[in-house]
């Protein structure tokens, strides 16, 4: 390794918020090793990072659904870099746009694929490492799939999916507590990656006009897709990678509502409640759990 720091995988890393999060790491001091589909961007990347920063970099164009593909990735970083700290779930796809009745219930069904069994894929091959090596953090990026007031119609399937990475986050962050793995979620905010193109792009009437605008204001401006990190959603990517986050595990955080001060002026109550969990609450009282 050329760092004493551990490395750091990071899946959907050719570009948008993936690549933001790999210069990021990459900046900390971090070997990375990184995934996506397009191998020519991975190696646009791993080279600016290599002659930039001077850490080492591996790459490997794959589906994260692939699990033999991924487990020949997980090897590699293991033989090359030596057993990663974190690993960073963010390949994600919007899936298809549109009331449900009148959408492609096969991209639907990938959308799911790639979201969820993906997640769990990439998370089952790299947790062998992260435990060997004394332990570690994997990070789920949930994105806009759960919680809020008011959800959007027409991305069900993008909805759906993340809700799904919610709950599981809670039940691994209790499956690998014994063995040293936290596993957490966050959701971002507002990213202008041209993540959301295709609702933009769909027939009038398809989509609300609610969802519509959000898209338009997450479009990147003058053409440029490359994604700068918010300070605060930097520190708290930071922090749930970094040993002094180990006292938290299976929540989800946001980079909208929390900061790494809020989370830890909360400690004692965020480890013992289901604050920042997927629960119902009943009546109009919040009511802590028993400590487990």
């Avoid at 996506?36 to 591996?58: H, I, P, Q, T, Y």
């Avoid at 796809?93 to 009331?99: D, E, F, H, Q, T």
Wanted: a negative charge.
């Amino acid at each position: 390794m050329s760092r004493q720091l551990r490395p750091v995988v990071i899946t959907g890393a050719s570009r948008g918020f993936g690549a933001a999060l790999t210069r990021h790491f990459a900046g900390l001091g971090h070997d990375v090793a990184v995934c996506a589909r397009n191998a020519s961007s991975l190696e646009s990347l791993a080279s600016e990072l290599r002659d930039d920063l001077g850490v080492a970099v591996v790459t490997a164009p794959l589906d994260v659904t692939d699990a033999v593909a991924v487990g020949a990735f997980a090897a590699l970083v293991a033989g090359e870099l030596g057993p990663s700290c974190a690993v960073v779930n963010n390949a994600g796809i919007l899936g298809p746009v549109g009331p449900v009745d009148q959408i492609d219930i096969t991209a639907w069904r990938r959308a799911l694929e790639v979201n969820v069994v993906g997640t769990v894929t990439v998370t089952a091959a790299f947790v062998p490492q992260l435990a060997a090596g004394g332990g570690g953090s994997i990070v789920n990026l949930s994105g806009a799939g759960i919680g809020g007031p008011d959800p959007l119609g027409g991305i069900s399937a993008y909805a759906s999916s993340k809700g799904a990475v919610v709950t599981l986050t809670e039940a691994l962050a209790m499956e690998l507590r014994g063995r040293r793995v936290r596993v957490n979620a966050l959701a971002p905010g507002v990213l202008k990656t041209g993540f959301m193109d295709s609702v933009l792009e769909a027939e009038p009437g398809v989509v609300d006009e609610r969802l519509h605008a959000i898209a338009a204001a997450v479009r990147p401006s003058g053409g440029s897709a490359r994604v700068e990190l918010d300070p605060n959603l930097a520190e708290l990517i930071s922090f749930l990678i970094s040993n002094e986050s180990d006292w938290i595990t299976g929540k989800l955080v946001s980079a909208r509502w929390d900061s790494v001060a809020s989370l830890s002026t909360s400690r004692e109550r965020l480890v013992r409640s289901s604050l920042l969990n997927v629960r119902r609450i009943d009546d109009n009282m919040f009511v802590e759990a028993e400590h487990r």
